[in-house]
């Protein structure tokens, strides 16, 4: 069988407070060996994932920013594919919606809500790496930000937790959740840029099966939009409890140990 694997990268991939995907190293090296592509499809930013592309020697597309633009290294499909733009060595399907304008939400969010809010945009190289754990470098990436806020409410969340989330609706606008952060996005999300690159790679290799892994909410749409999903545990033992969704299986163990047993399992079938 032919597979397709797409990964979230932090608290799956690799660890929520390390960033280490040690851990998983032996299952990376069984998808090597029987040719499975890995694709990345994180909330991460372009220039964050390109170092993980680097440092797992990948050929393969990848998606950023929770689904808002699938980059396809130029020449990998032989068929072809609809694409919004061509920046560097990429075509780019874009599907989110550009950060000015989310910033300019994040902004009518703030001034609406009696708790302090910061998003990315808001912070510097080092507070975002005071609050991520990210070395400066790792943080300065990760505010090259195109298609997607992260922000945190600082202070007690439930009590504008809907406020905030009718705001975010009434300009027509998304919102999801990561391990760390609140995601403020378009009219995209994981699953729906997981299902235009499987449409690609069926045109171009056939009948295949797709596998997804994840940890938190913003990768549910991913995992509905795979044939095989895996859940692994977060930090502390536990799946994300806002996942209860029966079809999707629960790996035990926590992040890249979850994701190397679940590439196991997945290979013996
Ligand atoms: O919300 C979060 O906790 C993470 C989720 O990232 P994944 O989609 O799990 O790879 O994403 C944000 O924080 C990361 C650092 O902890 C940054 O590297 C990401 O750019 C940011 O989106």
Same mark, same amino acid.
């Given at each position: 069988m032919n597979y397709v694997v797409y990964t979230d990268l932090d608290g799956t991939l690799i660890d929520?407070?390390? /960033?280490? /995907?040690? *851990?998983?190293k032996p299952a990376l090296e069984l998808l090597e060996k029987h040719n499975i592509p890995l694709i990345i499809c994180t909330s991460k930013t372009r220039a964050e994932i390109e170092v993980y592309? &680097? @440092?797992l020697n990948s050929p393969h597309p990848f998606i950023s920013e929770n689904g808002g633009a699938i980059f396809i290294p130029k020449g990998y499909f032989d068929v072809d594919y609809d694409y919004t733009i061509t920046y560097k060595n990429y075509n780019i399907i874009e599907l989110g919606t550009e950060y000015p304008k989310l910033r300019q939400v994040l902004e009518d969010i703030k001034s609406s809500v009696d708790v302090e809010i910061l998003g990315f945009g808001d912070l510097d190289d080092e507070n975002v790496s005071k609050d991520t754990g990210l070395d400066i470098e790792s943080a300065r990436l990760a505010k090259m930000r195109e298609y997607d806020e992260a922000f945190k409410v600082k202070g007690e969340e439930k009590n504008v937790a809907d406020r905030i989330i009718e705001i975010i609706k009434s300009h027509g606008l998304n919102y999801t959740r990561g391990g760390r952060y609140w995601h403020l996005i378009g009219d995209n999300d994981k699953g729906k840029a997981v299902e235009i690159l499987s449409d690609i790679y069926e045109k171009q290799f056939g009948n295949l099966q797709t596998v997804g892994l994840g940890d938190s909410l913003n990768d549910y749409p991913m995992l509905k939009s795979v044939d095989i999903p /895996?859940?692994?545990? @977060? *930090?502390g033992g536990k799946h994300d409890d806002s996942i209860t969704d029966s079809k999707i299986n629960r790996i035990e163990g926590i992040g890249p &140990?979850?994701? #190397?047993?679940? %590439? %196991? #399992?997945l290979i013996s079938r």
């Amino acid at each position: 069988m032919n597979y397709v694997v797409y990964t979230d990268l932090d608290g799956t991939l690799i660890d929520h407070d390390t /960033y280490s /995907y040690e *851990p998983a190293k032996p299952a990376l090296e069984l998808l090597e060996k029987h040719n499975i592509p890995l694709i990345i499809c994180t909330s991460k930013t372009r220039a964050e994932i390109e170092v993980y592309v &680097k @440092k797992l020697n990948s050929p393969h597309p990848f998606i950023s920013e929770n689904g808002g633009a699938i980059f396809i290294p130029k020449g990998y499909f032989d068929v072809d594919y609809d694409y919004t733009i061509t920046y560097k060595n990429y075509n780019i399907i874009e599907l989110g919606t550009e950060y000015p304008k989310l910033r300019q939400v994040l902004e009518d969010i703030k001034s609406s809500v009696d708790v302090e809010i910061l998003g990315f945009g808001d912070l510097d190289d080092e507070n975002v790496s005071k609050d991520t754990g990210l070395d400066i470098e790792s943080a300065r990436l990760a505010k090259m930000r195109e298609y997607d806020e992260a922000f945190k409410v600082k202070g007690e969340e439930k009590n504008v937790a809907d406020r905030i989330i009718e705001i975010i609706k009434s300009h027509g606008l998304n919102y999801t959740r990561g391990g760390r952060y609140w995601h403020l996005i378009g009219d995209n999300d994981k699953g729906k840029a997981v299902e235009i690159l499987s449409d690609i790679y069926e045109k171009q290799f056939g009948n295949l099966q797709t596998v997804g892994l994840g940890d938190s909410l913003n990768d549910y749409p991913m995992l509905k939009s795979v044939d095989i999903p /895996y859940l692994v545990q @977060k *930090p502390g033992g536990k799946h994300d409890d806002s996942i209860t969704d029966s079809k999707i299986n629960r790996i035990e163990g926590i992040g890249p &140990k979850g994701w #190397n047993q679940a %590439i %196991i #399992n997945l290979i013996s079938r």
